[in-house]
């Protein structure tokens, strides 16, 4: 089970991302206040697959 990023990399996309959406946001809704720290990232806690082959597995027993 994993809640929180895997590595750096990982935080530093999702924080890129959510300033983008930001962004995007600011571009399509000129009220919305831009804050530029971006949204907070979120994970969930689902099992992760050992390799690479049974995924679909995993996502209908995580969705039961």
């Keep these: 089970m994993h809640d929180h990023p895997l590595d ?3 935080r530093s996309l999702d924080t890129y991302v959510g300033r ?3 962004d995007m946001l600011k ?3 000129p009220t919305f206040d831009h804050k530029g720290v971006g949204f907070p990232s979120r994970y969930a806690k ?3 697959q050992p390799n690479d082959d049974n ?3 995993y996502v209908i027993k ?3």
Excluded: A, Y
């Design 20 to 22: 983008v959406i930001e």
């Design 8 to 10: 750096d990399l990982r």
């Design 27 to 29: 571009i399509m809704i």
């Design 55 to 57: 995924c679909e597995i």
């Design 62 to 64: 995580f969705m039961e």
């Design 46 to 48: 689902v099992p992760k």
